[in-house]
């Protein structure tokens, strides 16, 4: 075999001339950042604002569980009165962490943040990469314990939403009702496709044979999890629309309309 000369051989490209892909690859991490910059200020914003977050009946779910006893609307007095600032602080850092150590979340926000890789077939910002091995992503393996923290403030969520249907004037039915169910919907369609809860169904066990319900249980999880992405996109919209929406209510800004008398 005869040795190529080292004049004629191709250089090698540089990282970043590697890619071959001519589409719009940076479309979907673009979105990405826009997406949940934008959520992230909003939820913020709106913890931090401690008002505007209960226009009787609804119960903004930043808000909820409210446990501070200065809440204008108590679930359940946990925290005293020495609590004065925003009750929802008290509370959004359990969806928070479990938004933010989903699998799901995890590829899409390292895609589009870290750039480790921005998308299939483009090359890493970084040369090195360790993994989820040091801090802070070793942190991310406390995702299912976020998981069952997350199951008791959906159980919050849906008690809110029942009490939605029950106005001063009795029982009915206003938009606002259903803001509140379909937030509580989205959210347990989040949580019930959560990986961590399909391998708590069954995912662990190395044979069904004796464990028929839970192969059950495991089979129904799976195809909720083939659409976790979409609940997990669909469920951030529905929890920052239902904020804003009892948020305009209780400013006055507009009025809630009602379905059923
Ligand atoms: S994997 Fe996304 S919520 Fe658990």
Aim: glycine share 6%.
């Amino acid at each position: 075999m005869t040795a190529v000369p080292q004049e004629i051989r191709a250089e090698p490209l540089p990282m970043a001339a590697e890619s071959r892909r001519r589409d719009a690859w940076w479309a979907e991490p673009l979105a990405v950042v826009v997406v949940l910059t934008s959520f992230g200020l909003y939820a913020l914003w709106a913890a931090l604002q401690n008002g505007n977050y209960y226009a009787a009946p609804y119960l903004s779910p930043f808000y909820s569980p409210c446990i501070s006893v200065n809440c204008v609307h108590v679930t359940l007095p946990l925290i005293g009165s020495w609590w004065t600032l925003s009750p929802a602080l008290l509370i959004l850092g359990i969806p928070l962490g479990f938004r933010v150590t989903c699998y799901y979340y995890r590829k899409a926000y390292y895609r589009a943040f870290f750039w480790s890789p921005p998308a299939c077939a483009i090359p890493d910002a970084r040369r090195g990469y360790s993994g989820e091995t040091r801090f802070p992503f070793v942190l991310q393996n406390s995702h299912r314990y976020f998981f069952w923290l997350s199951l008791v403030v959906l159980a919050f969520l849906w008690w809110d939403a029942l009490l939605a249907f029950r106005f001063p004037t009795g029982v009915g039915i206003g938009l606002g009702t259903v803001v509140l169910v379909v937030n509580a919907t989205l959210l347990t369609l989040y949580s019930l496709s959560c990986h961590s809860c399909r391998y708590l169904c069954g995912g662990y066990l190395d044979s069904f044979k004796d464990a028929p319900i839970r192969y059950r249980l495991w089979r129904w999880t799976n195809r909720l999890n083939a659409r976790h992405p979409h609940f997990a996109w669909i469920s951030l919209f529905g929890v920052a629309l239902a904020d804003l929406y009892v948020r305009l209510v209780a400013m006055g800004v507009i009025t809630d309309p009602r379905i059923v008398f």
